[in-house]
């Protein structure tokens, strides 16, 4: 099995910055697209960005250049930048892995808050 955890969110005012990080551990194969997702309350969860294997990138309309995302293959580590925050950025935060073999798997989630 392919464990994911997603670690640094937190509590910060708008025009401030976080760093979200992601390991995957475990049986891992190989580990193709990693990406960030999030949920606010009372919605549905939306993609946010995507990196593949080879480093290319995608993001949402709606985080592109305020967030970067990045990797480092060599620790099964995907990260996501986020700078200029806004009070609409509020949610949990989730890593998505695709692995070889176990396919998409989620970790816990993270919370994110960006106060006014």
């Known amino acids: 099995q392919v464990q994911v955890v997603e670690s640094g969110g937190g509590l910060v005012q708008a025009g401030g910055s976080l760093r979200l990080s992601c390991a995957a551990s475990g049986s891992i194969f190989g580990i193709n697209a990693m990406g960030w997702y999030r949920q606010a309350p009372g919605k549905q969860r939306e993609f946010i960005a995507a990196?593949?294997?080879?480093?290319?990138?995608n993001y949402a309309d709606s985080v592109k250049g305020r967030f970067t995302i990045s990797r480092d293959n060599a620790k099964n580590t995907v990260y996501l930048q986020m700078n200029s925050l806004k009070p609409e950025d509020t949610a949990v935060y989730y890593c998505?892995?695709?692995?070889?073999?176990?396919?998409?798997?989620w970790g816990q989630g993270t919370q994110v808050t960006v106060s006014s």
């Open positions: 998505n892995v695709n692995a070889v073999v176990y396919g998409d798997r």
């Open positions: 990196i593949t294997s080879g480093g290319s990138t």
